[in-house]
């Protein structure tokens, strides 16, 4: 077995299975987070959430219950929308993680041009407090790309995983359903 | 949550080091999906010192067996066995179960073979404090005389009536899926009727596996007709909810006689429940309400309630009747 130690770059060659144990304490941990490489020095205990939020001051990913049952903390780990609370960050090392700060596409102006999934909850006035709304647009753009968008009760199905504490779901889903074809 | 230590197992050998890993170390666990682990874990509920990480392990393929069967890999995810074409067509019951179950986020990360192995949803169990003989054996059951909504009604012990709580070992215990596992030893290969235990006295073991004993992969034999099959599941919402009842089936009716048939029910029992009362009532008799009706209150007889779930078995045998109503009504089964 070969065991990847990135904090050293070096490979330990079946030596037992004790050669790679990484932890308890804080290791070096590689994460590739809107297409930038970061660097987090956090215990292997630490969810994505927690290193998201409290390293890399990525907040847009909400600590909701932390426990899997509001979806405010939705991220694509390669692509797929995820639960950032219930993901040990360790564990995604050599994934991409997509957050709703990489949502905006870079235009040179700081703030970038928001994703049609951002604009239409904006337009649409999706949200109330707010707080659930990064992991809403994040799972609605996954909603979207695995094609169970089609109408009302296909994406209440769909985005049953994100709980809006001010039940701002009639307005979610028209910012859905206007999004659909743009994303 | 208590530290941990951390091992990703990969490489050519992955699966023995991970065998290796785990087998020679109580204090180790597999670390798959973690939708269960990692929430029991911040609960303080499970308590290993070191996760070993079987996610790059080549488990993840959902192969045809030439016979019409279908192997899943244990890394399979959910969402990906539900969206596989093949088990759509053939076991659309499986694909129903699945995606019924959980939310579309954790689907994409629990794996099967996560699945088989997921934990009670009891909430004392989970709370890591009341009496609990899953997690304590010995200390009691806080459910007998508490909460006891969502609890089992079949298969219940005076030690734990705690819910099997998986959507998808439904249908593959209606199916007579079996489970693959490996050891150090070699492979072994489990009948699901041998894979889920009834609490008994011994609530705590679920499983007939070793310390280390890793599942590779669950393997659907081939039913013809289960192409026409369901899976029906009522609960107190309509999305991201555990069962109250839920029920697969299939059913083959000749010249008006069920001539095959296979029902399990889910959120009812300690374990997935094959009701083979049930299907032994109806094989050979003519496929009507009445006869379904009779084989649900066959298989409910049984049924030791609490005054909080005392619902069940009733709720249970009207969904049992409408799902074989409707497999055999105009062959559209919803």
Redesign the interface.
Known sequence: ????TPDTGTEHKGT???A??????PVKVRLDVNGVRRDVEI???V?LLGALRDELQLTGAKRGC???TC?AC?VWVDG????AC???A??CEDAEVTTVEGLAAPDGSGDGQLHAMQEEFIRHDAFQCGYCTPGQIM?AV??VR?G?AGDDREI???????ICRCAAYPHIRAAIRAARDRV | ??????????????V??AL??VG??PGSDF?AG??TE??L???NVLGP?????I?RLPLADIEDLPDGGLRIGALARM?EVASSPAVQERFPLVSRALVLG?????R??ASMGGNMMQRVRCGYYRDGESPCNKREPGAGCAALAGVSRNHAVLGTSEHCIATHPSDVAVPLVALDARIHTRTLEGEHTYAIDDFFLEPGDAPHREHPLTHGELITAIEVPALPMARRSLYLKVRDR???EFALVSVAAAIEVRDGKVSGVRIALGGVGTRPWRARRAEDALVGGPATTKSFDLAARAELAVARTTPMNAFKPELARRTLVRALETLTADGSPS
């Not at chain 1, 209440?156 to 994100?162: A, Q």
């Not at chain 2, 949550?1 to 992955?14: C, H, K, N, V």
């Open positions: 077995m070969t065991v990847r037992g299975p004790e790679g144990d990484r932890g308890p304490g215990e292997p205990r969810s932390d426990q899997g979806g939705t797929r929308r995820v639960l219930l993901t040990l360790i564990t799972s996954g909603c695995e169970h209440k199905e769909w985005m049953s995983g994100n | 949550m208590r530290p941990i230590s951390y091992l990703r197992a990969e490489g050519t050998d992955a023995d080091s290796r890993a020679g170390d670390l973690g939708t990692v929430d874990l911040r609960q010192r070191r996760l070993v990480d996610n969402s959980a939310s579309a986020q954790l994409h990360m309509e999305s991201y």
